[in-house]
């Protein structure tokens, strides 16, 4: 579903990334572990070309995002992205930010997106703050909406990006909570997360990266608990 | 709104009072002193060959022809470059005691000034286009026409278009009027016969025509401006008729215009 | 106290017909200039150093040159180009819109450049284009944050259209320079011509604020 080979990022002289290959199959959940600066929401980021590749190749669904004649707008489409900032849109409403992207981008009419809208609004417990602001939203539900405001589109792949690093300590749970249902439900994600919890209960593959490179993957029980790199093993020391 | 409304007439009139307050408290000095100390004498040194600014000092007819009539007057003078507008601010103020600057003379501005004997006869010309139908100022009538504002062109201009005629276009000086006659914008500038005389000289390859109609245009004259009720006025009217009669201002006229003024005009 | 009510009302009907048009130069300019300003503002933006220079080079000109030589430049050699002839009102409305355009054009690119870069990002990370993320993400927002210093502008503008004076366009300070030239009284036009100047500003200040208000949300 995502196939990303010998990725590299460079800002300016800075090479971020520095070889990346990885494959993500349909309905799988990969956790993104490491250290900050490590490169993990680059490497996220170009999955769907938010920052643009310098070197290598993305492929989504066999398209690569390398290529300039890609219509870009088309994959964003069906790539959801969760970011740590939240980014919901604070001069509309919860259910105008959820149906802006559907109609405008989709056409889906006016009617349908705002039933849509509040049927993920359901999904993710808010259903009540659909005609609320955004300001005044706790920080939980605020990634909430966000999450329904990406699944409108009807993504078949998930980006979440650091979605709980913002939010209060009472607060991760619920946010992680509606994650671990939409991993559920079969839905191909791709998460850079510092909640070692959820990797583990979750993840079905974990990633750690450092300094620009994947220096180990594995199943969730076998690189917690048994480490084979030295940079793993400190990471995890450390946070664990 | 309402409450707005009173603010504002209540800011005007502070602004007013406040305006013709000075004039109150400095008004002492000029006039009715009979020290014969230095006068204070205010023009807008825009205007050559009346009045200009030569290399920061103020030459022109007017000056060297105040000179003589002060001269004559009794009176020692101090000519200052106030500008247009601060002029009249200056003289209806007191804190000026006359003005000379080319200033026409006529009925509205007599309400709120004095004016001293005729000085100078200003003559009107009209400048066209080459090959124009205006070949007079009858013609002119229906026609667009640029003056400056203020100027003896524009009461002549007006005397036949109306007052302030859509047609009539009153620009900041005689140069921007040319300038508009040369973009297309009217038909007809009228000024000074000395203003545009020089343009023309200057501009010989312009292809622009003078007429002059003296017939047509009422006579305007240039006078001394005083504030209303001013005592140096008959000083000045006296001293003003000595020198058109003795000679002398022929002597500045010709300096200045080359040509013999006929002075029976002025003292109609 | 020497103040003649009386010869301002002998110029009421002048003074009237000078506001009408100084109120019609400032509305045209002011929509003129706005989507100027916009399109300005926008192609300064652009990431091709190449195609924003001249988009650059013309803030530079129109806010680095006195209005004053504008407007004279735009009356007596850019309309006779076009038209023919001079034309002051046209000539009044395109300095005025080019001028403004140029401030304008800087209050839209700090507008757009104070919203968040996320914003944008997850506009874009939803599937839309530029295009669409800047008109109803990033514009409506921005818009919000640039009302008081358009405000300021606009209010700029309505007084910098006196200069239309200069170039005959029969507006409010030319009414009252005619008024001045055939009295030779400086107060009666002049005050009168603020007072009238204060209310346009006051009302468009009233309005923006309105405007402001309802903008604001959440």
Aim: charged share 25%; with cysteine.
């Amino acid at each position: 579903m995502i196939k990303v080979r010998n990725l590299k990022k460079s800002f300016g002289h800075h090479e971020v990334l520095k070889n990346i290959n990885v494959s993500v199959q349909p309905q799988e959940v990969v956790v993104v572990i490491g250290p900050s600066g490590s490169g993990k929401s680059t490497f996220l980021r170009c999955i769907n070309l938010l920052e643009t590749i310098s070197d290598g190749h993305v492929y989504i669904e066999g398209i690569d995002l390398a290529d300039k004649k890609t219509d870009i707008n088309k994959v964003r489409t069906e790539v959801g992205m969760v970011f740590q900032q939240f980014n919901l849109f604070p001069h509309k409403t919860v259910i105008e930010n959820i149906m802006l992207s559907p109609m405008k981008v989709r056409k889906v009419a006016a009617e349908q997106a705002r039933e849509k809208g509040l049927a993920l609004l359901r999904k993710v417990g808010l259903e009540d703050k659909a005609d609320a602001y955004p300001d005044s939203l706790s920080g939980g539900q605020k990634q909430r909406v966000a999450i329904a405001r990406a699944l409108a589109m009807e993504p078949k792949i998930m980006l979440f990006d650091e979605p709980t690093s913002a939010l209060d300590p009472e607060m991760v749970g619920e946010v992680l909570e509606v994650m671990k249902q939409l991993a559920k439900e079969g839905m191909t994600m791709v998460v850079v997360t510092h909640e070692m919890g959820f990797a583990r209960e979750v993840g079905d593959r974990v990633i750690f990266m450092d300094g620009g490179f994947i220096v180990e993957e594995n199943v969730p029980s076998e690189l917690f608990e048994n480490p084979k790199e030295e940079r793993t093993i400190s990471f995890l020391s450390k946070v664990l | 709104m309402k409450s707005y409304k009173i603010l504002f007439i209540v800011f005007a009139l502070v602004l007013i009072v406040s305006a013709c307050g000075t004039s109150k408290t400095t008004s002492g000095g000029g006039e009715g002193s009979q020290d014969k100390k230095t006068l204070k004498v205010v023009t807008n040194a825009e205007y050559a060959p009346f009045e200009y600014m030569d290399k920061g000092n103020i030459k022109g007819f007017d000056l060297d022809f105040i000179k003589v009539v002060a001269k004559e007057a009794g009176y020692q003078i101090n000519v200052v470059n106030t500008g247009w507008d601060p002029l009249f601010v200056e003289i209806k103020g007191k804190t000026a005691d006359f003005g000379i600057s080319a200033i026409t003379i006529n009925d509205e501005r007599k309400q709120t000034y004095d004016f001293s004997t005729p000085y100078f006869l200003s003559t009107n010309e009209i400048l066209v286009p080459d090959g124009s139908t205006i070949k007079g100022a009858a013609d002119l009538k229906g026609k667009k026409v640029a003056v400056q504002n203020g100027t003896t062109g524009q009461e002549a201009v007006e005397t036949i278009l109306g007052k302030n005629s859509p047609d009539l276009k009153k620009f900041e000086s005689t140069n921007l009027a040319i300038m508009e006659l040369k973009g297309g914008g009217v038909d007809a500038v009228v000024a000074d016969n000395t203003v545009v005389e020089e343009y023309v000289k200057n501009n010989p390859n312009e292809k622009v025509v003078l007429i002059k109609d003296d017939a047509a245009f009422e006579k305007e004259f240039y006078g001394l401006m005083f504030p209303k009720g001013s005592k140096l006025k008959a000083d000045f009217d006296k001293a003003i008729k000595t020198v058109l009669e003795n000679g002398e201002y022929a002597k500045i006229y010709q300096q200045w215009f080359k040509a013999a003024p006929d002075v029976s005009l002025l003292s109609e | 106290m020497d103040f003649r009510f009386d010869l301002i009302s002998e110029y009421s009907s002048f003074f009237l017909k000078g506001t009408m048009l100084t109120i019609g130069l400032s509305i045209a300019s002011i929509l003129f200039g706005t989507i100027l300003g916009l399109l300005i503002g926008l192609g300064k933006m652009m990431k091709n150093n190449f195609l924003a220079q001249p988009f650059a080079w013309y803030i530079v000109f129109f806010r680095g040159t006195p209005f004053l030589v504008q407007i004279l430049l735009i009356h007596f050699a850019v309309v006779p180009l076009f038209l023919g002839k001079t034309n002051a009102i046209v000539a009044a409305i395109l300095a005025l819109s080019f001028c403004s355009a140029a401030y304008i054009a800087e209050i839209f690119r700090a507008g757009i450049q104070s919203i968040d870069r996320g914003q944008m990002e997850a506009a874009r990370s939803l599937g839309m284009n530029h295009l669409q993320a800047m008109r109803y993400v990033i514009l409506p927002q921005a818009f919000k944050r640039m009302i008081p210093p358009l405000g300021n502008e606009f209010i700029v503008l309505i007084k910098d259209s006196s200069l239309a004076a200069l170039i005959a366009a029969p507006e409010l300070m030319y009414w009252g320079r005619a008024m001045q030239g055939q009295y030779f009284r400086v107060w009666e036009p002049y005050l009168t011509a603020a007072v009238i100047y204060l209310l346009l500003t006051l009302s468009l200040s009233f309005l923006l604020t309105k405007l402001e208000r309802r903008l604001a949300t959440g």
